[in-house]
């Protein structure tokens, strides 16, 4: 089994707080999200990722122009006002009520805006508490050389993928979108939610 495959299933463990004699999987992930919870800013730049062989996966690597960062969002699907003006009763709930862009989505958004120069790769889930969510999310340097000379990672600075994150193109944003899925019907989807008819949600 290779490193990558057995870090991955470490991780595995700790997120499921899995029962171990060697290693009290519980507590080394309540420790992680009590300093998580320390952090005074939603978002912070990070020296290296947490979960190493995830950030691998999703293109990060260890050079000049890549960066990544920690961000927090809130739990929830955000605070919905009950009607005061008269309503069916069908229609007076609050419950049940989500936003259109996920929370995976917010974290990258959040990010994107804290580093104006930078564009996203991708995200991953890294933790959550009782009160917020917490996502590395990978930004890259479209303007830096190093990212220029790399074959993997050169066509973030083209002028097509400007702002991805803003405009649902990551991995997030698509399925936000609800460009994530296959099967009859799906062809609903695209190009948009509101084409078709409006039937693809």
Known sequence: M???KQLQQTFAKEYSAEKSEDYNFKKIYQEKMMS???QDVSVIRLEKPSNIARAHQLGYKAKQGVIIVRSRVRKGSG???????GRKPKKMGVNKLTRKLSI???AEQRSA???PNCEVLNSYWVGEDGKHKYYEVILVDTAN????ADKNLKWLADKQHSGRAFRGLTSAG????GHSGKGIGFEKH????RAKGRKAK
């Open 36 to 38: 998580f919870r320390k």
């Open 79 to 85: 605070a919905h006002k009950r009607p005061v003006a």
């Open 113 to 115: 805006r804290k580093f």
């Open 104 to 106: 995976q989505g917010m």
């Open 2 to 4: 290779s490193f990558s």
């Open 145 to 148: 050389p190093s990212v220029l």
């Open 190 to 193: 695209r190009p948009s939610l």
């Open 174 to 177: 698509k399925k936000a979108r």
